[in-house]
Nanobody
Framework: VQLQASGGGLVQAGGSLRLSCAAS????????MGWFRQAPGKEREFVAG????????LYADSVKGRITISRDNAANTVYLHLNSLKPEDTAVYYC?????????????????WGQGTLVTVSS
């Protein structure tokens, strides 16, 4: 599976962005999908995850209510909708695919990773 993340950019605080993660190779409906982020000098952290069908989602407490994950299995694409962005959301955002049964929040439980897309939120 190859994952290609896109959609990052520079946005003002309070703004919105939509990140996309396109999968190629085996269809991404085979995998649970997740988004992580890594800010400069910090550990990579879980942001959101979605089940194979899209029926279940999981969010980090720090983004609940502001960020939504969704997937379009027909298009082999997962999305991360970022709203009410804050400067502390500035990070490289990575999409990842997991073959686990339930949505993992630990990066080591993901099997494939995209290259990351940079989101910069100005104050």
């Amino acid at each position: 599976v190859q994952l290609q993340a896109s959609g990052g950019g520079l946005v003002q605080a309070g703004g919105s962005l939509r990140l996309s993660c396109a999968a190629s190779g085996r269809t991404d409906s085979t995998y649970i999908m997740g988004w992580f982020r890594q800010a400069p000098g910090k550990e990579r952290e879980f942001v959101a995850g979605i089940s194979r069908s899209g029926g279940r989602t999981l969010y980090a407490d720090s983004v609940k209510g502001r960020i939504t994950i969704s997937r379009d299995n027909a298009a082999n694409t997962v999305y991360l909708h970022l709203n009410s962005l804050k400067p502390e959301d500035t990070a490289v955002y990575y999409c990842a695919a997991s073959s686990r049964a339930l949505v993992p929040t630990t990066s080591t439980m993901y099997d494939y990773w995209g290259q990351g897309t940079l989101v910069t939120v100005s104050s």
